[in-house]
Every structure is written in structure tokens, then in C-alpha cells.
């Protein structure tokens, strides 16, 4: 019944920016928690940002902070991570998940996944 299907990943080059997008089909995005996770091979899953519901607040990670803003957009249920500044570390499959409770953190249970998106950064 619940789906979510990222978008908007590509090749760009070092300083370029990207926009994903991560769009629900079941559920109203606007009363989850949402967040934008990431993987590069060999590592391990890591939290980019998160978005929660119904308070107008998001969180980052150190490592993209002031670089990368997640937002929501109402009218086509979805929730956008809009990337700049991207640096050759920033490679990776980038997923979006819902969360049970409308949290972030502590207590999260990130129950709905999507398929990925796959970010290369390269010159």
C-alpha cells in the first residue's frame, strides 16, 4: 500500500548541484518523519537529512550541513533534498525512507524504503 520512489540522481560534476526528489504513493508524506539516507560501496548505510512531520523542522548531517536543504512539497506529496556544492565524496545511492513515528532519531523506526538513486560525482 506504501510506496516511495526516489528521483533525480545523475552524473554531475565537483561544485554542481543536484535535486532528488522522493515521492509516496499510498500516504500523505506531510504526516511522516522523512528521511534521505545514503550509500557508497563498501560502507555502511549513513543518515544525510531528515525531515519531520508536522513541525517544520529538518536535521543534517555534519558532512553536508549548509551544502544540502530538504524541503517538502505539499501539492505533489513529495520530499525534495536539493544538493549544491557536491563534492566527489558525495557519491553514492541515495534512499528515501518513512518513519513510523514522525521521528528522526531516537525512537525511529524506518519502516518504508525506496528503490535508491544513484549520485556519482566526478570530473
Known amino acids: 500500500q506504501f510506496q516511495l520512489v526516489e528521483s533525480g540522481g545523475g552524473l554531475v560534476q565537483p561544485g554542481g548541484s543536484l535535486r532528488l526528489s522522493c515521492t509516496a504513493s499510498?500516504?500523505?508524506?506531510?504526516?511522516?518523519?522523512i528521511g534521505w539516507f545514503r550509500q557508497a560501496p563498501g560502507k555502511e548505510r549513513e543518515m544525510v537529512s531528515c525531515?519531520?512531520?508536522?513541525?517544520?523542522?529538518?536535521t543534517y548531517a555534519d558532512s553536508v550541513k549548509d551544502r544540502f536543504t530538504i524541503s517538502r512539497d505539499t501539492a505533489k506529496n513529495t520530499v525534495d533534498l536539493q544538493m549544491n556544492s557536491l563534492k566527489p565524496e558525495d557519491t553514492a545511492v541515495y534512499y528515501c525512507?518513512?518513519?513510523?513515528?514522525?521521528?528522526?532519531?531516537?525512537?525511529?523506526?524506518?519502516?518504508?524504503w525506496g528503490q535508491g538513486t544513484q549520485v556519482t560525482v566526478s570530473s
Open positions: 525531515s519531520i512531520s508536522n513541525r517544520g523542522s529538518a
Open positions: 499510498g500516504f500523505t508524506l506531510d504526516y511522516y518523519a
Open positions: 525512507a518513512s518513519e513510523h513515528w514522525g521521528l528522526c532519531h531516537i525512537g525511529a523506526e524506518w519502516i518504508n
